[in-house]
């Protein structure tokens, strides 16, 4: 079946790097993304990487997929107290371009 | 502004009502989705609707009802059948295969 896991919780200081990972199951999906959501607001799509690619750098956001391991991870650079947030990952899985999401890990930067 | 719209941000409603959430966009997207998200479960898709006049159950359609009349809106009812409706629900389009859009999400509190 189509799950998508992540870890709840990650905590880093600012500054440093985080790391957010994700594995998920369907082979299938072309794409994978990565949403950013703040206290009660909705998912604010920050990134995307298509199947074929390994790696995807937007400024300080890096993906990186591993299709043989289906796994996926967001690392963002010079992590800023802004940053906090419940990052999400998600797959599209069928054809209707249903989203697939995974728990949502919850990074807290601390000073 | 293109964007999604969802109001009200905040209702509540006694057990036993029919309660309904309005979603509108003016990003003249084809699809709409409706997710629901509980604490530490991530999203869950209720609906989505691919075309006016046609829509799909997603995972957890037991309770709830849509309909797709207008290209713009997609209103969701939860019925009094949905044992348990509160939880935080976003509406979302795309457009064909484009990533989904979110709105800022509507708190249901049923009590």
């Known amino acids: 079946g189509e799950d998508v896991e992540q870890s709840l919780f990650l905590s880093v200081r600012e500054g440093d790097s985080s790391v957010i990972n994700c594995t998920y199951t369907?082979?299938?999906?072309?794409?994978l993304y990565w949403y950013k959501q703040e206290p009660g607001a909705g998912l604010q799509l920050l990134t995307y990487?298509?199947?074929?690619?390994d790696m995807k750098q937007d400024q300080r956001l890096t993906v990186l997929l591993n299709k043989k391991d289906k796994h996926l991870s967001l690392r963002i650079a010079d992590t800023q107290t802004g940053d906090s947030a419940i990052y999400f990952c998600?797959?599209?899985?069928?054809?209707?371009?249903?989203?697939?999401f995974g728990t949502g890990t919850r990074l807290q930067v601390t000073l | 502004d293109g964007g999604i719209t969802q109001s009200p941000k905040y209702l509540f409603r006694k057990e036993g009502q029919n309660v309904t959430l309005s979603c509108e966009q003016n990003?003249?997207?084809?699809?709409m989705y409706w997710y629901r998200q509980d604490p530490g479960q991530g999203l869950r898709l209720i609906y989505y609707?691919?075309?006016?006049?046609?829509?799909q159950k997603g995972d957890i359609a037991e309770g709830y009802s849509v309909s797709r009349e207008k290209k713009e809106s997609f209103p969701l009812t939860v019925t009094s059948a949905q044992k348990n409706p509160t939880a935080f629900y976003l509406c979302?389009?795309?457009?064909?295969?484009?990533?989904?859009?979110f709105g800022n999400g509507t708190r249901l509190t049923v009590t």
């Open positions: 990003l003249n997207h084809d699809a």
């Open positions: 609707s691919q075309i006016v006049n046609d829509f």
């Open positions: 998600a797959e599209i899985t069928g054809t209707a371009s249903k989203l697939t």
């Open positions: 990487i298509f199947s074929n690619m």
């Open positions: 979302a389009s795309s457009m064909g295969g484009s990533p989904l859009h």
């Open positions: 369907d082979s299938s999906s072309t794409y």
